[in-house]
């Protein structure tokens, strides 16, 4: 849970900004859309797989561009 404690004369400005680092640090956003709808288990692992292939080639256009 991310707590955010406001000092005395703090801006809320400055509050929030604290609080949406804090939420980007723990990655709550990012658990919060992972659980909005039920994934099959079957679904995730296809778009594991899918992210892989996606880094390998993304690898490998980097290293052909290098050379």
Do not use: W
Not at 4 to 13: A, D, R, S, Y
Not at 43 to 64: C, G, S, T
């Amino acid at each position: 849970m991310a707590v955010v404690i406001v000092n005395e004369g703090e801006p809320p400005e400055r509050v929030l900004r604290r609080f949406k680092r804090l939420i980007d640090q723990e990655q709550i956003l990012t658990e919060v859309k992972k659980r909005e709808y039920y994934e099959k288990p079957s679904e995730r692992k296809k778009k594991r797989e899918r992210a892989r292939r996606k880094r390998i080639l993304k690898a490998l256009k980097k290293q052909q561009q290098a050379m």
